[in-house]
């Protein structure tokens, strides 16, 4: 944003306000980007969180071999440009796999783009031995995915994650024995709104 602003002062200096005036917008749009609003859930602790703010356009079922075997849920999550743009831990566990896979910058939402766009897969094992998966998806705007999380670390459910830099999808993948508690077309806050349960 520091880019914008210096130039914001430049313009204003040269005389140009209405220029000046843009550059200082553009300046704190991008720092809306970045913002991490703290957030609290004190609901049941065995549900799954959602890992990313934004609006569900999909829910189905896949396999992932690069979460684990067999089948597994997956819930995805557009982030539009207004959506709060950090991840947080959808369980507690220990993250057994962090994979960075570089890739095509093609838009978020075709069906496609979690398989061909850069991305980044975190899996957690839970105390009970379940795997779940959040794999950070880069978009036709965004320019990097950021996961802070290694391979080993013990995290609690809503801690942080990662970001994606101006950016664009969020699959979040289940055991298929577990409730979906969402519906496609609704809208999750992260570290906040329960997206499913284990199943009886």
């Known amino acids: 944003m520091l880019p914008f602003w210096a130039a914001a002062g ?6 140009h306000p209405g220029w000046a005036a843009a ?12 913002r991490n609003p703290r957030r609290e859930f004190t609901g049941d602790g065995s549900q799954v969180l959602a890992a990313a ?10 396999e992932d071999p690069e979460v684990g075997p067999g ?11 207004l959506d709060v743009h950090v991840q947080r831990s959808p369980v507690s566990g220990v993250v057994v796999v962090g994979r960075f896979k570089a890739g095509r910058k ?9 398989s061909v766009n850069e991305n980044h897969l975190t899996v957690l094992r839970q105390p009970s031995g379940e795997l779940v998966a ?15 999380l290694r391979v080993g670390d013990q995290v609690e459910r809503g801690q942080l994650m990662g ?20 519906r496609e077309g609704e809208r999750l806050r992260t570290g906040e709104t329960p997206v499913a349960e284990p199943g009886p």
């Open 10 to 15: 430049g313009l204003a200096l040269l005389g």
């Open 23 to 34: 550059a200082l917008v553009i300046g704190l749009l991008v720092l809306l980007f970045f």
């Open 53 to 62: 703010d934004g609006r569900i356009t999909g829910i189905d079922t896949l």
């Open 71 to 81: 089948r597994f849920h997956r819930v995805v999550t557009f982030l539009s440009p």
């Open 106 to 114: 093609i838009a978020a939402f075709k069906r496609d783009a979690g």
């Open 134 to 148: 959040v794999r950070q998806i880069a978009g036709a705007v965004a320019r990097r995915v950021v996961c802070h």
């Open 163 to 182: 970001l994606i830099k101006f950016g664009s999808r969020v699959d979040l993948l289940l055991p298929l024995s577990y409730r979906i508690l969402v």
